[in-house]
Every structure is written in C-alpha cells, then in structure tokens.
C-alpha cells in the first residue's frame, strides 16, 4: 500500500516497526530515521528477511527542519511517525506541512527548557494543516492514545453522556532494578516531578506532586498504590466528550521508585536547570538519564503485567451507569514477540494502528486532531488483531 518514515529508534519506535513489518501489506516500505543511524541499521538487520516489507535507513537531526524537508522529499511517505522525543513535534509538523505528508506522534510538544506539556503549541498549526489537506494525529500511544479510543468508544457504545473518567495505568511489572523507568528516563521523571491536577466542574485543580494517592485492586495483577498525575489526555479529552465534569488520571509506583525518585529531587538530580561541571555546561536531568538503566535493557529483565485502563460514569436511557475498559498486556510476552517490555510495546502498536489509520484512509480529515475525535471502531478492532485485546468490565471497582 504505501511508506512510512518513522523518526527515532529508542525503546518505543523498535516496537512500532516490528509491528509495521508484521503487516507488511500496509506498510509495503519502511523507512527508519533517527539521530544515531547504527541503530536504525541494527533493527533493519534484524527484521529484513523476516517481512515483505522494504526497510531502508537515514540519518537526520529532527532538530533540523530543513534536514527533515530534505529527507521526507528525498523518501516521499504517505505518513511520517515520530517516535523521537516530544521536544521535536513542531520542526517535524513544520516539515510535514512544507512537504503536504501525514503527520502521527505519541506524545505532544514539551519545550526542552521548560517542563510544561499542552496542546497549545500543536492546535495552532489546525489551520494550516487543513489547508495543506493534510491530517496530523495527535498522541496516537496509549496513553495518550487508546485511552482517547476507549474514551470515543465508551461515548459511541454504552453512554448518551460520560461525566466522569478516571485513567488507570498500572505497571505491575519487576525488572530487579532498585530505580530505572520504562521509557525515556528525561520525559518519564519530568512527567512524575510536575505537580498533579485533574479537571472538575470547567477548571484545572492542582495538586502537589504525588499528593492524591489511591490504592486499587487492578484486574489480573492485584492491589497497587496509585498517585494522581497531570496527564496530556487530560487536555483534549475535557474538549472533546460533552458532558464531562471530572477526568483524573492515576499511576502506580513501587516504594522504591518513589524513594529513589525523592532521593535524586532533594539532591537537584531531577533539575532541567543547566549547571556547570568541569568547564562544561550539563543539564542535571540529562546526566542522571546517562547513568540509569537504558529502557530498551529491560526488555529480558522484566516480569508482570502491565493493566491500563479507563473506568467511565455516564447516563444512558437516563440512567446511570459505569463501565471499565481495559488492556492487560504481560511483559515476558511481549519480550518474546518484539524483544522489548511491555511499557514500549502498550505504545508501539498503536502508533502503527495510528500510521495505519492514515496510510489506509480509514481515517481521512484534514487538519489537527486528538485521536479520540475519530471513529474508534477500526482502531479497537486493531487493537485485538495485533496484540492489545481489550476487556469490557460493567462492575468495576471504584476509585474514591
Ligand atoms: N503515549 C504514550 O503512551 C507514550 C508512552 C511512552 C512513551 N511515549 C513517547 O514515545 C516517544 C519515544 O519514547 P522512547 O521511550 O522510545 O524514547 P527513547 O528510547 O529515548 O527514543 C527516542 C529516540 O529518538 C531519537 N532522537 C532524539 N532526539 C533526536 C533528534 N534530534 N533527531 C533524531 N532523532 C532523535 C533518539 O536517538 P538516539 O538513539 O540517538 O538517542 C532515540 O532513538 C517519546 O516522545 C515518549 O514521550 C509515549
């Protein structure tokens, strides 16, 4: 059918483009660009052979949105995925607007020197997106992502109106590390580090970081403590599903996550502030991602099951009602089909189902959109086909 240019080749792009290779009948060709090109060339080692799928490789500085022109005029895909970091969603939408492609992510735009994730800066290019009669989809991970699609799907299926969403990701996982994170370390502890808020009633409540903690029995791994956390799905999903009057979103962390993590805050550790060491100027945070656990490593090392997962209280019929949608993905699993945890994986494939809604035009409307602004149906019967089959609760448990 077409190609895609996926951009970065970290933990969560290495699952993607398995997963592209596994359908090769969309993806007829695959092109691999990130910063450090051997590793794009390692996984193309890996793969060739495996699929029907065309891989190719470049290198290019998604920094540069005149390097990027170049690679995607030089290519021409139907749909560009980024799987870099959020700090280079805009050069790339710049790039994809100058060359009229289609434009995926799973992530939305952070400014590198300050900790603050929105929308904002991403809905200003709605405009000229529909102009160009191009299609940029928003946070197509899981969450940000499927929890957009169970969102949609909830409002299509079981709900007149949803007033109240409560996100849960929940990894139940143990990779035998006292303190490492499952995605980027940078974006993960700046996510963690930020205060918390929720959405009630019209309004952002704030809270300190880690203040609101729930403890919840998660189908399929049991009892976990959660901390409410702001969240980007937060943002667009208060716009987006009429009726709502609060979303919060919870996620677990083990005692020794949270030890470590307060540990390296009061040491300044976790600080974007740049400082100077030796002559040379280092960003805190930055270092400390240097000398972790690279994500991609954890792969062999972890065990469990990952459950996230939206519980939904609405009316239908005038009535009320709750209902809970939910993915248990376990990481040994995952490790043995794509080599990498499940935190990568629950991310990996719906970027491709995201990719693949464009390249397939099931999906076709021009301009900016958050995922849960399409018809959720060809996604959640994607999401069963390649590997993140969903559960329907109607007695779920509640958080307080
Ligand atoms: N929605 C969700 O559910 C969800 C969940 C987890 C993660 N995410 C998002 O997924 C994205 C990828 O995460 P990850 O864990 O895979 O990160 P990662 O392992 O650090 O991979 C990032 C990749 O981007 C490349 N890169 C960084 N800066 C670049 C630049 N200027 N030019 C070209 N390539 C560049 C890196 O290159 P090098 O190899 O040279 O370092 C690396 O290959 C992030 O945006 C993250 O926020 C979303």
């Known amino acids: 059918m077409g190609k895609v240019l996926i ?12 997963k592209c290779c596994q359908n090769s009948e969309v993806f007829t060709e695959i092109c691999i660009a990130s910063r450090t090109v051997s590793k794009c060339e390692a996984i193309k080692e890996k793969l060739e052979g495996m699929t029907d799928a065309r891989i190719t490789t470049a290198q290019v500085d998604a920094n540069n949105t005149q390097e990027l022109i170049a690679l995607i005029e030089r290519e021409k895909p139907e749909v560009v995925l980024n799987l870099a970091l959020p700090y280079q969603d805009l050069t790339i939408m710049d790039a994809c607007l100058a060359t009229k492609t289609n434009y ?7 400014p590198e020197d300050t900790a603050k994730f929105e929308y904002k800066w991403q809905w200003a290019y709605r405009e000229r997106f529909e102009k160009a009669g191009i299609t940029a989809l928003l946070g197509s991970g899981f969450d940000p992502g499927v929890t957009g699609v169970f969102s949609a799907y909830a409002l299509k299926h079981y ?22 994170t499952n995605f980027n370390p940078e974006i993960n502890i700046r996510e963690v580090s930020a205060k ?11 809270t300190e970081p880690m203040e609101i903690k729930r403890v919840y029995n998660f189908p399929e791994v049991g009892e976990k403590d959660m901390y409410l956390l702001h969240h980007e799905e937060l943002e667009s999903l208060a716009l987006n599903i009429p009726g709502i009057r609060r979303i919060r979103f919870f996620m677990t962390f083990g005692q020794s996550y949270l030890t470590h993590l307060k540990c390296l805050e009061n040491v300044g550790m976790t600080s974007i502030e740049p400082i100077m060491y030796e002559g040379k100027e280092i960003v805190p945070l930055q270092f400390l991602k240097a000398v972790l656990p690279d994500p991609a490593s954890l792969g062999p090392r972890t065990k469990g099951k990952t459950n996230i997962g939206c519980i939904f209280t609405g009316k239908k019929d005038g009535k009320e009602k709750t209902i809970y949608i939910y993915n248990v993905c376990e ?9 990498s945890q499940a935190v990568a994986y629950t991310t990996g494939v719906p970027a491709m189902i995201g990719a693949m809604m464009l390249m397939t035009k099931t999906w076709d409307k021009a301009g900016v959109y958050n995922i849960e602004e399409f018809d959720p149906d060809p996604f959640m019967e994607a999401l069963n086909k390649f590997g993140l089959p969903w559960k329907i609760s109607e007695n779920p448990d509640m958080v307080e």
Not at 159 to 178: A, Q, S
Not at 331 to 339: A, Q
């Open 7 to 18: 951009i970065g080749c970290g933990g969560v792009a290495g699952v993607a483009i398995h």
């Open 331 to 339: 990481h040994e699993e995952c490790y043995k089909e794509v080599g």
């Open 196 to 206: 918390g808020s929720y959405w009630e009633d019209g309004h952002w409540v704030e």
């Open 159 to 180: 709900f007149d109106e949803i007033n109240y969403i409560d996100i849960l990701d929940c990894n139940g996982g143990d990779h035998g590390y006292p303190f490492a």
């Open 104 to 110: 995926v992510d799973t992530a939305n735009y952070e």
